[in-house]
């Protein structure tokens, strides 16, 4: 285990966490997701040691590093931040600032040189050795922000919102590059992020994370497809209900004929590739509103059939 | 919270208050008979020649300073950009040595009168008087408005005079309905340091004879050694500053003044014709006044006495002057430093209010301080003596006497530097170097410092020319036969050898016109 955090409790002046518990296996990458106002942000900076939490434990490496008595600082947890504004010193150049936490280990010039140079190669900025901050585009600063983390070998990286000042034409992108970084680097890291998608496409384990408590955590697919509760569902995509029973998109076939259920379309929303379909199901004579992606048309039809698969 | 870092900050703050604190103390108490005697007497007539005066500086200034601003940022021709730096230059002349200088000029044996008796006027007009001071004052202080105003003039003027007039409004009423309302923290807050300046100034009021409240402060002091009489009066002006600074705070009140952004380019409006010719006029009376004048007497009398006293002890003087200015800025940006790195990383709320109470000592006048930090200082010497630890004066009237005066009274600038000069830096630098390994001492030296440096170069230099113009307190608590620039100038002008104080003054004013200029054209204002 090489992240525990046990009964972790913060209150400014309401609750902000409360009794957060969450175990994280070395080599994980796991997502802390949430709406802003979750409290996912001060989960993060009390990881990090930037803010103190009132109760609890938190155990790294098997080592306590906050609990009653003890708590550690930041610059002695070996935790890695990579912040959302990258917070590259911009007085320093890239080799500087990556050479920034190196500078307490004795090795010698040589010897730094080559870390550099392998991080550089691992982020893919090989000959940005003399340029400053301001000089790179926001992509190529999270990169040198990333290998600055990685030059400390920390047991933890912790990512604040990456994405969130990224165009979205370039996210995909380069969520793929930072994903491929860490995995090459074999290091255990925790997103914040408040992106249900992003954090599907990203991570080993999502914790989510609403008004302060962890309403589940689990593997991407298990939180997708066996929600918790109704509000987990509707925070992870279209989720339509029958009774408690979640049914996804994947789990509808739409038909003009012989199907399962009888549809009554009430609205039609064109979104280009398909239509956004407002339906009432008809099960046992209640009516259950759906939302259903037309990508045919269905949208045509006044009345038309379902199916549902079970999983 | 308790840490490490913020112990310094209380001690610090109660150290730089304890004068202020000592004076209110002494104030109270048991009346003695010059007490009585002032109440029956002159009393009144301190605070009401304060009251006129503060009326009619702050009525004077406000009517030039937001009369030039609204000049210059709102209307185009020719040598605006002359005017726009030269009307921030009677800045550098401190209020004092404009007194001195008019003093001589309407001086009963020199250039008016000359004149007036040359074309056969033989009346004597003594410009001795309270009325000469309001407008030496006016001339001294209105940049003051002038600077601050503008600078929000400039801002909502970007932001929202174009979508104003789109909306179709005329410029007159877009200027009086939105643009000065939104000024308005701006000009009642320039307003208030002129209050505090003319509350606090000591040069000119004892030369021209007005009997306001800071002379009487000293000279109940040094000339009655009437101390309980002196801290009295002390306490009414502390009072005065503080209805000032409640009156300021109360009209910001919780309305938002914060402007953005900037919106199209603002086309100035054209001054032509007569207007032009009477605006050039307007602007053109307190540079000529306010900077010319003074600059040309100095210059000529300079010129005219430099072989006589450029010499070693002029040398010496501007040296005493470099050297407490040049340390007691370092000291104080230096303290400054530590107590805004303090309060931005543990911003409890104490240590957000840390930096108001240091900075209180900035709004009181100079003699409130210099009695505060006299009764303390002889306070400490009496028990070091008292315990056998010295046998004579160890604090009082040593160099450390007046460098913590300064302290004292400039704190607010440094303070002020400082926490402008970290509100640009992202707290997530100082997290960064701490995850990378750094304790907050290193991250201080390794992070903030090299980032800070411009910040505190600016701080270092309003400090060294707010303390090279200080009289009252280098005046009162420089050690024995230490003289700078600035007492040098007044002990000349009061022994009435005004001519010979030219070459200080001129070397004051050089001093100060390299910062303003800096600070004039750096702003864009």
């Known amino acids: ?311 | 919270m308790l840490n490490r870092w913020s112990p310094f900050s209380y001690i610090l703050t109660i150290i730089i208050l304890l004068p202020i604190v000592l004076v209110v103390n002494h104030a109270f108490g048991s009346e003695t008979q010059t007490l009585i005697h002032l109440k029956e007497t002159v009393l009144w007539e301190y605070v009401s020649s304060t009251l006129i005066l503060v009326f009619a500086v702050g009525f004077c200034t406000l009517v030039l300073g937001v009369g030039t601003a609204y000049l210059t940022t709102f209307y185009h021709f020719r040598f605006i950009n002359l005017f726009v730096f030269a009307l921030a230059l009677p800045f550098a002349i401190p209020t004092y040595i404009m007194g001195y200088i008019y003093s001589d000029i309407f001086g009963y044996f020199n250039h008016f009168h000359l004149f007036l008796r040359s074309i056969g006027i033989k009346e004597y007009f003594n410009v001795l008087n309270i009325y000469s001071v309001i407008i030496i004052m006016t001339l001294a202080l209105y940049p003051y408005i002038y600077l601050i105003v503008k600078a929000s003039f400039e801002k909502s003027k970007s932001a929202l005079l174009n979508p104003a007039l789109s909306l179709g409004g005329s410029r007159k009423r877009v200027f009086f309905e939105i643009i000065l309302p939104l000024s308005r923290p701006a000009i009642v807050g320039s307003l208030a340091l002129v209050v505090m300046e003319t509350i606090s100034e000591y040069g000119i009021t004892e030369y021209y004879n007005v009997k306001t409240l800071t002379p009487a402060i000293f000279n109940t002091w040094f000339g009655l050694h009437d101390s309980k009489s002196a801290t009295y009066l002390a306490v009414i002006a502390m009072v005065m500053v503080l209805i000032v600074l409640i009156v300021e705070r109360y009209n910001r009140g919780k309305a938002s003044y914060k402007i953005e952004g900037a919106n199209g380019e603002v086309k100035k409006e054209l001054l032509k014709g007569y207007k032009l010719y009477v605006s050039y006029f307007l602007l053109s009376l307190p540079i000529i006044f306010g900077f010319l004048i003074p600059l040309i007497w100095i210059s000529v009398y300079s010129y005219e006495y430099a072989t006589m006293l450029v010499d070693d002890k002029f040398l010496t003087i501007l040296g005493n002057s470099f050297y407490s200015s040049a340390l007691s800025a370092f000291v104080i940006i230096v303290l400054a430093f530590f107590v805004g790195y303090t309060s931005r990383i543990y911003p409890t709320v104490i240590n957000r209010y840390i930096g108001k109470a240091l900075s209180l000592g900035f709004t009181m006048p100079g003699a409130v301080i210099a009695i505060g930090i006299i009764m303390l200082f002889i306070n400490i010497d009496k028990w070091l003596i008292d315990n056998y630890i010295t046998t004579k004066l160890f604090l009082g009237g040593s160099f450390f006497t007046l460098l913590f005066a300064y302290i004292v009274r400039f704190f607010a600038i440094g303070v002020n530097t400082v926490e402008s000069g970290f509100e640009r830096i992202s707290i997530d630098l100082n997290r960064a170097s701490r995850s990378l390994g750094f304790n907050y001492f290193k991250t201080m030296l390794k992070v903030e410092l090299p980032l800070m440096r411009n910040s505190l170069l600016f701080g270092f230099i309003l400090l060294f020319m707010a303390t090279i113009k200080e009289l009252p307190l280098t005046l009162v608590l420089r050690p024995f036969n230490y003289e700078t620039l600035a007492t040098k100038t007044y002990l000349l002008a009061n022994a009435q050898m005004l001519h010979e104080t030219a070459i200080y003054a001129l070397s004051i004013i050089v001093i100060s016109l390299i910062p303003l200029s800096i600070i004039i054209t750096k702003r864009h204002i």
């Open chain 1, 1 to 311: 285990m090489i992240l525990e955090l046990k009964q972790l409790n913060k209150s400014f002046d309401k609750p902000i966490l409360k009794d957060i518990n969450l175990d994280i296996e070395h080599g994980e990458i796991v997502s802390i997701l949430g709406k802003s106002g979750s409290g996912k942000s001060t989960l993060l900076n009390i990881i990090a040691g930037f803010e103190k939490a009132d109760s609890g434990s938190l155990q790294i490496n098997d080592q306590v590093i906050f609990d009653k008595k003890r708590n550690r600082e930041p610059q002695d947890r070996n935790i890695g931040f990579v912040f959302q504004n990258y917070a590259l010193f911009p007085h320093l150049t890239v080799e500087k600032n990556i050479l920034f936490g190196l500078k307490k280990t004795k090795e010698n010039k040589k010897k730094k040189r080559e870390v550099v140079q392998e991080l550089l190669e691992m982020v893919d900025l090989v000959g940005y050795e003399r340029r400053y901050p301001h000089e790179l585009s926001g992509g190529e600063q999270q990169r040198i922000s990333i290998a600055r983390v990685l030059a400390t070998d920390p047991d933890l990286i912790l990512l604040d919102e990456p994405f969130s000042s990224v165009d979205t034409l370039l996210k995909a992108e380069i969520e793929r590059d930072l994903l491929a970084i860490i995995k090459k680097s074999n290091k255990t890291a925790i997103f914040v992020t408040h992106d249900p998608k992003e954090a599907m496409a990203i991570s080993d384990k999502i914790a989510f994370l609403e008004d302060g408590e962890i309403m589940q955590y689990g593997k991407p697919k298990d939180i997708y497809h066996q929600p918790k509760s109704k509000q987990v569902a509707s925070f992870f995509g279209i989720a339509n209900f029958i009774g408690e029973k979640c049914y996804r998109l994947s789990q509808i076939e739409m038909k003009k004929s012989g199907g399962m259920h009888k549809v009554r379309l009430e609205e039609s929303i064109f979104r280009g590739e398909y239509h956004e379909l407002h339906v009432k199901v008809i099960v046992d004579e209640e009516e259950y509103p759906f939302i259903l992606f037309d990508y045919g048309d269905f949208h045509k039809e006044s009345e038309f059939y379902i199916s549902l698969t079970e999983r």
